[in-house]
């Protein structure tokens, strides 16, 4: 390998450090940002899906007098547009949340990884400088 392609450990430190994309993204968010995320965390329970549903049943007896067809337009307009609609937020939540722990997971161990290279590389830095004075000396004989 050429002296001018070797990057030395200055350089490398030099180079910006791995940052948190969890909390570079919560650091960027703006207060609408803010607001629209503590709504999805209310409407996001299995609470508000227990309230949505209650809601919905008030309607089902007005539903099972008008006959088949209310009942279907309750079932699909009323019923599983309130409830699902928190349910598969509460999954996206869960999903998300298994994501960020992922995230944060790979982060640490991109940081590890980063330390345990950068000790290597001053190890080797230390190796050539002792490289060079031995063979400054045989150079010298």
């Not at 070797?6 to 180079?15: A, N, P, R, T």
């Not at 965390?41 to 609470?47: E, F, L, R, Y």
């Not at 099972?64 to 309750?74: A, K, T």
């Not at 230390?126 to 004075?133: C, D, M, P, R």
């Given at each position: 390998m050429e002296k001018e392609n070797?990057?030395?450990?200055?350089?490398?430190?030099?180079?910006e450090k791995p940052v948190n994309a969890n909390i570079r993204t919560k650091e960027?968010?703006?207060?609408?940002?803010r607001v629209a995320i503590f709504i999805t965390?209310?409407?996001?329970?299995?609470?508000c899906a227990i309230i949505f549903g209650l809601i919905a049943l008030i309607g089902l007896p007005d539903a099972?007098?008008?006959?088949?067809?209310?009942?279907?337009?309750?079932l699909t307009q009323t019923f599983l547009q309130l409830?699902?609609?928190?349910?598969?937020?509460v999954g996206q939540n869960l999903q998300n949340k298994h994501a960020?722990?992922?995230a944060d997971f790979n982060f640490d161990v991109?940081?590890?990884?980063e330390l345990e290279i950068e000790t290597i590389l001053q190890h080797l830095?230390?190796?050539?400088?002792?490289?060079?004075?031995i063979q400054k000396k045989i150079g010298d004989k």
């Open positions: 070797v990057i030395s450990l200055e350089e490398l430190k030099k180079i960027d968010l703006t207060t609408l940002d965390k209310i409407v996001g329970t299995m609470w099972i007098l008008g006959g088949r067809y209310e009942i279907i337009n309750w409830v699902l609609f928190s349910v598969i937020i960020q722990k992922r991109n940081v590890k990884s830095e230390n190796q050539n400088k002792v490289l060079s004075e």
